[in-house]
Nanobody, 124 residues
Framework: QVDLVESGGGLAQAGGSVRLSCAAS????????MGWFRQAPGKERTFVAY????????FYAGSVKGRFTISRDNAKTTVYLDMNNLRPEDTAAYYC?????????????????WGQGTQVTVSS
């Protein structure tokens, strides 16, 4: 059973832009926040961005701050990740996640629901 569904991945050139979307595939219990993580080939999955659903508080990994923007549409329980000025090192599978409670935004273990991921490949 897939709780979240990502879309929008694909191939982009360095310096280009991609927008990812994530929506719940079914009715989920009340959520506190949603986020994005990514996993490059041969590497561990790492935190990218976070947004709290009620107040819109955001956090970003240092490597994407100033280039990526996370936003949400509470009415649709949808979160977006606008990725600008892409670099080859942004190439990864991007995963959407959602959590029911506040806590450490970087800690994957505190997220309750996950998507299957969408691939973003950036060519130089």
């Amino acid at each position: 059973q897939v709780d979240l569904v990502e879309s929008g991945g694909g191939l982009a050139q360095a310096g280009g832009s991609v927008r990812l979307s994530c929506a719940a595939s079914r009715q989920l219990p009340s959520l506190f926040a949603m986020g994005w993580f990514r996993q490059a080939p041969g590497k561990e999955r790492t935190f990218v961005a976070y947004v709290s659903l009620s107040e819109g508080v955001t956090f970003y990994a240092g490597s994407v701050k100033g280039r990526f923007t996370i936003s949400r549409d509470n009415a649709k329980t949808t979160v977006y990740l606008d990725m600008n000025n892409l670099r080859p090192e942004d190439t990864a599978a991007y995963y959407c996640a959602a959590r029911k409670y506040s806590g450490a935004v970087y800690n994957q273990g505190e997220y309750d629901y996950w998507g299957q991921g969408t691939q973003v490949t950036v060519s130089s």
